[in-house]
């Protein structure tokens, strides 16, 4: 499942909602206004970013101008 691709993200923002620092490994995505629920879009995202072959470690909000960082659960060993 492609990110851009899920009903909540902002496509019109970025490069089709999504933008990526490959240097810096930060993924910055849009959400629309209404996508605030974040306990059901975060895992729909992590799955998105599994998919494409990276491993997400932490997801931010933005809260009175200040960076809040939120870890990832981390993904099941495989055996």
Same mark, same amino acid.
């Given at each position: 499942?492609?990110?851009? +691709?899920?009903?909540? %993200?902002?496509?019109?923002?970025?490069?089709?909602?999504?933008?990526?620092?490959?240097?810096?490994?930060?993924?910055? %995505?849009?959400? +629309?206004?209404? *996508?605030?629920?974040?306990?059901?879009?975060?895992? /729909?995202?992590? +799955? *998105? %970013?599994?998919?494409?072959?990276?491993?997400?470690?932490?997801?931010?909000? /933005?809260? &009175?101008?200040?960076?809040?960082?939120?870890?990832?659960?981390? *993904?099941?060993? &495989?055996?």
């Amino acid at each position: 499942m492609k990110l851009r +691709k899920l009903d909540f %993200i902002d496509t019109k923002r970025f490069k089709r909602g999504v933008d990526m620092d490959v240097k810096m490994q930060l993924l910055t %995505i849009a959400l +629309k206004n209404d *996508a605030d629920e974040k306990l059901l879009i975060t895992p /729909l995202i992590k +799955k *998105a %970013i599994d998919d494409a072959g990276y491993d997400p470690v932490e997801w931010y909000t /933005l809260e &009175k101008e200040k960076l809040t960082p939120h870890p990832f659960k981390p *993904a099941p060993k &495989k055996k």
